[in-house]
């Protein structure tokens, strides 16, 4: 168990909705990352954000958004989701042992 | 930017060794990183090296030249279970972001 809850595990939904994923970091943890696994592909990191605050950003659409809140855990907001959009997405978190922890990852299936 | 690069499949033989590299291009470095995954599930810590030479942990063992851009995952006595993708991950300078390789596929057999 890596200390990070990520919630739901599975997440179905049509095309055009909107959904939001769930991440609580390892107790301590100050940063919060999340990434976008498609099928057979790497991991794609989309957000990064410390203590609140986005700190970096990578291959995020405008579609999607997130944040972190003042106890820590953050919220991935995905919208006008498409069939590409499809895809297992983790946060991870780390804090002074420099290391990165995963969640279990919110598998997301847009039909 | 960063570039990272590794093999996209490999195969070995159960109680065999094998070697999984990784090559990099990054505008700068803080810290090279190994993680398993196995299908579906997500990735999990295995090994870190920010200077150079070879650092052991059981059946893994990780090794980085940051002169040479390149890090290696061995692994030794292989099992069925170690079947898994093996992610390579360059910290950046600013210590703000895990980048990713493409991941190696390693299959064992038995």
């Known amino acids: 168990d890596s200390g990070v809850t990520q919630t739901p595990k599975h997440l179905i939904t049509a095309t055009g909705q909107r959904v939001t994923l769930r991440c609580s970091p390892r107790s301590g943890d100050l940063s919060v990352y999340w990434y976008q696994q498609s099928l057979d592909q790497g991991l794609q990191f989309l957000i990064q954000?410390?203590?609140?605050?986005?700190?970096a950003k990578g291959n995020i659409l405008e579609r999607f958004s997130a944040q972190q809140f003042p106890d820590l855990h953050s919220e991935l907001n995905l919208s006008s989701l498409e069939l590409g959009d499809s895809a297992l997405y983790f946060c991870a978190s780390s804090g002074s042992d420099e290391k990165l922890f995963f969640g279990s990852g919110t598998q997301l299936s847009v039909l | 930017g960063q570039n990272i690069d590794q093999p996209t499949e490999m195969t070995a033989t159960e109680g065999a060794i094998v070697q999984i590299n990784c090559t990099y291009q990054t505008s700068g470095f803080n810290g090279l990183f190994w993680y398993q995954q196995h299908a579906g599930e997500a990735p999990t810590f295995l090994s870190y090296?920010?200077?150079?030479g070879l650092e052991e942990k059981g059946r893994f063992s990780s090794f980085l030249s940051r002169s040479k851009g390149y890090s290696y995952l061995l692994l030794k006595e292989l099992q069925m279970k170690d079947s898994a993708s093996y992610l390579c991950?360059?910290?950046?300078?600013?210590?703000?972001?895990?980048?990713f390789g493409p991941g190696t596929r390693l299959s064992v057999l038995p």
């Open positions: 090296n920010v200077l150079d």
């Open positions: 991950a360059v910290r950046d300078p600013d210590g703000q972001n895990f980048v």
């Open positions: 954000y410390y203590n609140g605050e986005e700190r």
